[in-house]
């Protein structure tokens, strides 16, 4: 079973929005672990986009993004959320969201032991 499962991707022209949600699966339901949204470029390394702890309460964000990406979270529903706001050609990536087992985390990728297996974020310019 999946552990982490993404929806929301898509095509959007440059200046649009979409919003990314990820679910845990049944196994990590009511773990209470940080999270986090990463994304990998064609050609280019995973990179950390995102992090959230376990309540909500603390989030970071690559420089890139601050101002117009959000991450949430609703623990009642196991699910982690990614606003993304006046996107750019260069957030076309595949995005993964990624799981700890601790509830904080920072933003490197050995900190997350589940991932899910992405969904597509393409930007036309």
């Known amino acids: 079973q999946v552990p982490l499962v993404e929806s929301g991707g898509g095509l959007v022209q440059a200046g649009g929005s979409l919003k990314l949600s990820c679910v845990a699966s049944?196994?990590?339901?009511?773990?209470?672990?940080?999270r986090a949204w990463f994304r990998q470029a064609p050609g280019k390394e995973r990179e950390f986009v995102a992090g959230?702890?376990?309540?909500?309460?603390?989030?970071n964000y690559i420089e890139s993004v601050k101002d117009r990406f959000t991450i949430s979270r609703d623990n009642a529903k196991s699910m982690v959320y990614l606003q993304m706001n006046n996107l750019k050609p260069e957030d076309t990536a595949l995005y993964y969201c990624?799981?700890?087992?601790?509830?904080?985390?920072?933003?490197?990728?050995?900190?997350?032991?589940?991932w899910g297996q992405g969904t597509q974020v393409t930007v036309s310019s």
């Open positions: 959230i702890n376990w309540d909500g309460e603390n989030t």
């Open positions: 049944e196994a990590l339901f009511y773990g209470v672990y940080a």
């Open positions: 990624a799981s700890a087992r601790r509830p904080t985390a920072g933003d490197t990728q050995n900190e997350y032991f589940y």
